[in-house]
Structures are given as C-alpha cells and as structure tokens.
C-alpha cells in the first residue's frame, strides 16, 4: 500500500525556519516524481515545489523561489521542503504529492499526482 507521511511542520516565527519531510513507504521511490503543495484556510490547494524522480530537475513556484528548497534521499525515501526566511502568507497545511515516472509530467497541478499525505501544518507568526 502506497502511503505518504508528512512531518516538521509547527509555528514559527517570521524570518524562521522549518524543514518539512515526507517518508514513503510502500513502493519504489526511486521511480517517483515528488512535489509540495499547500493549501490556506478558504484557498485552494496550491503548487509550491516539486523534484523530478531522477532528481535533477527541480520546480518552484515564484513566492518561494529563493527562501524554499526541495531535495530528496532515496536511501531514506524520503523528500524534504527546506523553508527559510518564512513569511505569515505561508502559512498553511503543507501535503506532499507523487507520481510514478510521468512521462508528460505537470508538477504545478494537482492532476501531477496520483498520491498525497495527509498534510503538515505549517503557522508562522508575525
């Protein structure tokens, strides 16, 4: 059974830093496209950063170019969101996302995936 585990999110306060993981169990992660995603109280879900299953492409979305990083250690399966310099706007419940070895990959929408965690929550302070 294919399942996604997100944690280290928590409050924190602007200018902060957090570094969120997402643990897969259940199939080769190796083979497995992974994003980021985020959803606020009243929005819908958004695209915050994804990473290719080979690994070398990566994928921001402009609010977090530069204060954000997405990695991934497959020894671990697992794929981690790095936040620096965290703003109040992103807070938020942070889901990880995968999809295996897409071909015509769209990692900035919600269709991209075909598997999510449950979320992390993620509050920052002003």
């Known amino acids: 059974q294919v399942q996604l585990v997100e944690s280290g999110g928590g409050l924190v306060q602007a200018g902060g830093s957090l570094r969120l993981s997402c643990a897969a169990s259940?199939?080769?992660?190796?083979?497995?496209?992974m994003g980021w995603f985020r959803q606020a109280p009243g929005k819908e879900r958004e695209f915050v950063a994804a990473?290719?299953?080979?690994?070398?492409?990566?994928y921001y979305a402009d609010s977090v170019k530069g204060r954000f990083t997405i990695s991934r250690d497959n020894a671990k399966n697992t794929v981690y969101l790095q936040m620096n310099s965290l703003k109040p706007e992103d807070t938020a419940v942070y889901y990880c996302?995968?999809?295996?070895?897409?071909?015509?990959?769209?990692?900035?929408?919600?269709?991209?995936?075909?598997?999510w965690g449950q979320g992390t929550q993620v509050t920052v302070s002003s």
């Open positions: 996302g995968g999809k295996e070895r897409p071909t015509l990959w769209t990692p900035r929408t919600l269709y991209g995936y075909d598997v």
């Open positions: 990473i290719s299953w080979t690994g070398d492409t990566t």
């Open positions: 259940g199939y080769t992660f190796s083979h497995y496209a």
